[in-house]
């Protein structure tokens, strides 16, 4: 393994969205990554069930992808005994089930740091810990609307539009735990006390607001939704469509960007509503409108390349690997047979790279097991009694 967490031992209890991506950053950046499936997924596919449809065979989920899977029955006592045996030899471990299920299973952290001081305990749920809705049950779009970051996003006049589940389910939340966690093993070279670490991704989603916030405070931002700087409001900033039905972007905020895109529209500024004048930016939106519709989405591309005009084509995921300037970094990489974002952020000495494919539930139980420190017959006994599960292709 390679990377700048390499040496560091991780545990996945195996769940939905920001708890996978964690892991999957965590395994880029050089870690090795254990993932704990349930006992009964073996032989099902794909090892993420996506929300609560049963797994599907195809190509291996990028978000399961660089670690090892071993097949627990949390509900058997020799189960819940060998994920304690896991976690007392783990750095950190991740979960993100709804407060006190860990608890209950007997895997809480109390229980994992008593037997491993050292050990950071990663939670991650929608709500947090504790508070009035602890217990309740949301999503992405939830903690997103509650936390003020969902209200301003959309067109004028209609309702918020759902930003898929980009903000509060990864950043917001598996992306935040990231953060919190090497926090936590940073603290712990001076300390030498793991802890645990509380994300929350309605907590997550607040945060990315912070600079709505500071617009707000300085009376940039007072207008309803789609009416403000940069959500659309200002024709110098959001989406055209072309004479193919296809988009470009426009984000020409500066003066000198904007003088850049004018050139390119073949407009003069002379006969135009100022920049910044909001009482002209119907005019402005309705002239732009007019002539990005004369051209393909590749025409204008072509026509602002070289420039500064902060012009670029709206993309769809599939085209994304294809353009020069992703292909030409390698932002995208090949696992599997699938096109998936490779690992980021780079580092000059020890970088990340990906550490294989998904591996399917109970796929590397035996392995697993006996190199972190388990004997060969006590594995064979445990399989037996139904306590793990191992893969049918691993079976001896």
């Avoid at 050089?30 to 065979?57: H, K, L, Q, T």
């Avoid at 039905?245 to 020409?252: D, I, L, Q, W």
Wanted: charged letters at 20%.
């Amino acid at each position: 393994m390679s990377g700048p967490l390499a040496g560091l031992r991780v545990l996945e209890l195996v769940n939905l969205a920001p708890v996978p991506f964690a892991a999957m950053l965590l395994s880029d950046l050089g870690a090795e990554v254990v993932r704990i499936d349930r006992a009964d997924s073996v032989g099902g596919g794909s090892p993420i069930p996506a929300f609560d449809r049963p797994p599907v065979e195809g190509p291996p989920d990028p978000l399961g992808r660089g670690r090892r899977s071993v097949a627990l029955d949390l509900k058997h006592p020799d189960g819940v005994a060998v994920a304690l045996r896991l976690a007392d030899r783990a750095d950190v471990l991740v979960e993100g089930f709804r407060p006190g299920v860990c608890e209950r299973l007997g895997l809480g952290p109390d229980t994992c740091l008593a037997r491993n001081p050292r050990l950071v305990y990663a939670r991650i749920t929608g709500w947090g810990q504790d508070g009035p809705l602890a217990a309740t049950a949301g999503h992405d779009l939830d903690y997103l609307a509650v936390s003020g970051g969902l209200a301003p996003i959309g067109p004028a006049g209609g309702p918020p539009t759902p930003p898929i589940n980009y903000v509060a389910d990864f950043a917001g939340g598996g992306m935040l735990a990231v953060l919190g966690i090497l926090a936590a093993l940073w603290e712990r070279e001076r300390s030498g006390h793991g802890q645990v670490v509380d994300a929350a991704m309605v907590e997550g989603a607040a945060l990315l607001s912070t600079h709505l916030h500071s617009l707000i405070g300085r009376g940039i931002w007072s207008g309803p939704r789609g009416g403000n700087l940069l959500d659309g409001g200002a024709p110098f900033y959001r989406c055209y469509p072309c004479a193919d039905g296809r988009f470009v972007a426009v984000g020409a905020l500066e003066p000198r960007f904007y003088a850049d895109l004018l050139a390119g529209l073949g407009l003069s500024e002379e006969e135009l509503p100022g920049q910044y004048d909001e009482s002209g930016w119907p005019r402005l939106h309705e002239r732009f409108a007019a002539v990005f519709a004369t051209r393909t989405r590749e025409e204008w591309t072509k026509r602002f390349a070289g420039t500064d005009a902060c012009v670029t084509p709206v993309l769809e995921p599939t085209e994304a690997p294809r353009h020069p300037h992703l292909a030409a970094r390698g932002t995208y990489v090949d696992v599997g047979g699938l096109a998936q974002p490779g690992p980021a952020p780079r580092l000059s000495r020890t970088p990340g790279a990906v550490q294989g494919p998904a591996r399917v539930p109970g796929g590397d139980t035996r392995e697993v097991l006996a190199d972190w420190g388990l004997a060969a017959d006590e594995i064979a006994g445990l399989v037996r009694s139904g306590a793990v599960a191992v893969a049918p292709s691993t079976r001896g």
